[in-house]
Nanobody
Framework: QLQLVESGGGLVQPGGSLRLSCAASGFTLDYYVIGWFRQAPGKEREGVSCITSGGTTNYAGSVKGRFTIARDNAKNTVYLQMNSLKPEDTAVYYC????????????????????WGKGTLVTVSS
């Protein structure tokens, strides 16, 4: 089965850290651009960060300097290290894969997005 599976979400206090993982099964991530998106309650989904097949990274302004995206092709996994978390980072985080491009922290698909994960919930609260 071809799928992306996110993990690592949870409840964390403001100022804390979490590392999200996006693991692919049934296909290899090597040639794909991978993006992280998030959707907060009552808000539209927004792009957070993306990484090209060559390892070039890109971040939305709201997370720049706090989040770090990285890929481990040997493990077929992409990570999102989130530091200095704020309550406004609370959202369901999704990863996606496509052969498109990475722009201002947003994975822009070539046509429709090739793959989406089902998401992992991050709650930042004291």
């Amino acid at each position: 089965q071809l799928q992306l599976v996110e993990s690592g979400g949870g409840l964390v206090q403001p100022g804390g850290s979490l590392r999200l993982s996006c693991a692919a099964s049934g296909f290899t991530l090597d040639y794909y651009v991978i993006g992280w998106f998030r959707q907060a309650p009552g808000k539209e989904r927004e792009g957070v960060s993306c990484i090209t097949s060559g390892g070039t990274t890109n971040y939305a302004g709201s997370v720049k300097g706090r989040f770090t995206i990285a890929r481990d092709n040997a493990k077929n996994t992409v990570y999102l290290q989130m530091n200095s978390l704020k309550p406004e980072d609370t959202a369901v985080y999704y990863c996606a894969a496509d052969l498109g491009s990475c722009w201002n922290g947003i994975l822009v698909p070539k046509y429709g997005m090739d793959y989406w994960g089902k998401g992992t919930l991050v709650t930042v609260s004291s």
